[in-house]
């Protein structure tokens, strides 16, 4: 099975081509990104709770703080869920782990953004036992804070053929979410991870007055939403390698052997592209001939072999000058180091 994620992560699947410049073409491209934490392989299954909630005593002093802070009493709830979703949804759509949600239990803490004290190890065996996981992911703490700013904007537009002086405003609202997390290795009786990350998404709207550019932005509920979903999303990336989708150009102009083989490029015919590529790499015109390296770059990073695609953009770069070759010498250095850090990461 991770023979074939990593097969998968070699030869990434070409998607759409975006746009045609003069003398290139961009195409989008699906690449495994390494986590930025490195979980012990054993664990393969988790649960995921919600821990965020406060308890029966802490319900008076949460309800006091929206209050005085202006959020709505039940936002960081809805957020929290939101969160519990993202989370689980990114982490099934990842090669690493198998995610589940229980809906059968409700676990509850400070209701802050303190963290609560950590869960009795055997109950986080008995946890894992019941819903068949090698560890437990808490959200311990979930705080959402909200910021509006206004811009002024003037312009000019025609109207019955004269120019008209407009006035509009702009609101940005910034959200950040604080959400705290834990990691309970059951086998080991270990906390892999306890951290607090911060995230920010924002919305804009317009309109004549400040206050009709604020009634323009999304309805609070769905703010939270969004943002909560975001944050769970960012914390799966965090531990667990995500697919992410980059851009990648290639020369398909400057002679009629790149144009044919840009269509076969086009249609992920990397063999047949390169086999032509080879053959212009030898031209006379050194700009043609540093085209054709390049282009055979990423043939070779289309089929996996991130080391000699280095060596083709170096060329590339090293002995015709080739500007945009040298950018992505240092991206393909990029995804060589990542490379291992995946092998490592998905390993049985």
């Known amino acids: 099975m991770i023979k074939n994620v990593l097969y998968k992560v070699s030869i990434p699947l070409v998607s759409a081509l975006l746009l045609i410049s003069c003398k290139t073409s961009y195409m989008t491209v699906d690449v495994l990104k390494p986590a930025h934490i490195d979980v012990p392989n054993e664990i393969k299954t988790v649960a995921v709770l919600n821990r965020s909630l406060p308890d029966k005593g802490e319900k008076a002093g949460n309800i006091i703080e929206g209050l005085l802070t202006g959020e709505g009493i039940f936002n960081d709830r809805l957020g929290s869920e939101k969160c519990?979703?993202?989370?689980?949804?990114?982490?099934?759509?990842?090669p690493r782990f198998k995610a589940v949600r229980p809906t059968d239990i409700d676990i509850r803490g400070t209701g802050t953004g303190a963290f609560p004290a950590p869960l009795e190890w055997q109950y986080v065996s008995e946890l894992c036992d019941r819903y068949h996981v090698d560890a437990l992911i808490t959200l311990e703490t979930f705080d959402s804070d909200s910021y509006i700013d206004f811009d002024r904007h003037e312009y000019t537009r025609e109207e019955d053929g004269r120019k008209v002086r407009v006035i509009e405003f702009e609101a940005e609202l910034d959200m950040d979410i604080q959400s705290g997390w834990r990691i309970y290795n059951a086998s080991r009786q270990s906390i892999i991870d306890e951290n607090v990350y911060v995230d920010r998404i924002s919305?804009?709207?317009?309109?004549?007055?400040?206050?009709?550019?604020?009634?323009?932005?999304?309805?609070?509920?769905?703010?939270?939403?969004?943002?909560?979903?975001?944050?769970?999303?960012?914390?799966?990336?965090?531990?667990?390698?995500?697919?992410?989708?980059?851009?990648?150009?290639?020369?398909?102009?400057?002679?009629?052997?790149?144009?044919?083989?840009?269509?076969?490029?086009?249609?992920g015919r990397w063999t047949e592209a390169a086999a032509i590529w080879e053959d212009v790499a030898n031209s006379s015109d050194p700009d043609i001939a540093g085209y054709a390296c390049y282009n055979i770059a990423l043939a070779n990073e289309m089929n996996g072999d991130l080391e000699t695609a280095i060596s083709w953009a170096e060329k590339s770069y090293t002995n015709y000058g080739n500007k945009r070759a040298r950018r992505y010498i240092e991206v393909l250095k990029t995804r060589l180091y990542d490379q291992g850090r995946l092998d490592k990461q998905l390993q049985d």
């Open 84 to 94: 519990i979703y993202g989370i689980v949804d990114l982490l099934n759509n990842s």
């Open 203 to 267: 919305w804009d709207a317009r309109g004549p007055t400040k206050e009709a550019a604020r009634r323009n932005l999304p309805p609070k509920s769905r703010i939270i939403e969004d943002a909560g979903y975001y944050a769970g999303q960012q914390y799966a990336a965090r531990i667990s390698p995500i697919w992410i989708r980059v851009t990648r150009d290639f020369y398909s102009k400057g002679n009629e052997q790149l144009e044919t083989a840009a269509r076969y490029a086009k249609q």
